[in-house]
């Protein structure tokens, strides 16, 4: 069975600086790896997700996330935040492979903070 | 293009009465996903349904039961309200139920039970 660890509850961090938002998994097989984000009084919407191929995958607002598969870990970075970037982020895995959605494990979170 | 949608945006019951939450999903969508979001438990995965058939479900007790209707809207029945049942619900629908077809999250209910 697959879990998911998010380190850090709450980050935050001051306008303009770089931020990384930490994801640990663990699975005896292989994975894929999502990073959703949840801005406030909203649904969830996926930031980027890591299939297969490049380890390296980025979104349109500036993340990134790599998939580091000796170190099981899917940390999400962004060189420069803005305020619009607050919201809450969750990274989640899956078994590869897998058709059925419900397959997909959700870490708890980490809620990124801007200060201006 | 519309998006998911779902009501009511606030329920409020109490220990032992049922609930029904529905959603709409986006146009041409014919899978529908269900999930919990628990203050500090994250998400997590109710019921998923495509082509109007129940095609699996999280782990939870069978007094969390749903449907889909011939039109993909689907809704979600919780019987025997229990407090820990107070959480945000999240409606998701996606072109087919695969991995690589990505869901699109509605802004859920919010289901309080006192």
């Known amino acids: 069975a697959q879990s998911v660890t998010q380190l850090d509850s709450q980050v935050p961090v001051f306008e303009e600086a770089p931020v990384e938002l930490r994801c640990n998994y663990s699975?005896?097989?292989?994975?894929?790896l999502f990073w959703y984000v949840q801005y406030p009084n909203q649904g969830l919407q996926l930031l980027l997700k890591?299939?297969?191929?490049?380890?390296l995958v980025e979104s349109i607002n500036g993340f990134e996330a790599e998939f580091n598969k000796s170190q099981t870990s899917f940390h999400l970075r962004k060189p420069s935040v803005h305020i619009s970037d607050t919201a809450e982020y969750f990274c989640?895995?899956?078994?590869?492979?897998?058709?059925?959605?419900?397959?997909?494990?959700f870490g708890s979170g980490t809620r990124l903070s801007i200060r201006p | 293009e519309a998006g998911v949608t779902q009501s009511p945006t606030h329920l409020i019951k109490t220990r032992g009465q049922q609930a029904t939450l529905r959603c709409s999903p986006i146009?041409?969508?014919?899978?529908v996903y269900w999930y919990q979001q628990a203050l500090g438990l994250g998400l997590q995965f109710l019921l998923w349904?495509?082509?109007?058939?129940?095609?699996n479900r999280g782990n939870f007790p069978p007094r969390f039961s749903g449907r889909q209707f011939p039109n993909y809207s689907s809704e979600l029945n919780v019987n025997a309200l229990e407090l820990e049942d107070s959480a945000l619900y999240l409606c998701?629908?996606?072109?087919?139920?695969?991995?690589?077809?990505?869901?699109?999250f509605g802004p859920g209910t919010r289901l309080t039970v006192l």
């Open positions: 998701a629908s996606s072109l087919a139920g695969t991995l690589a077809d990505t869901q699109y």
């Open positions: 699975s005896s097989v292989s994975v894929y």
């Open positions: 890591y299939l297969s191929g490049s380890t």
């Open positions: 989640a895995v899956s078994e590869s492979g897998y058709s059925s959605a419900s397959k997909i494990i």
């Open positions: 146009s041409g969508h014919t899978s």
């Open positions: 349904y495509d082509e109007g058939e129940e095609r």
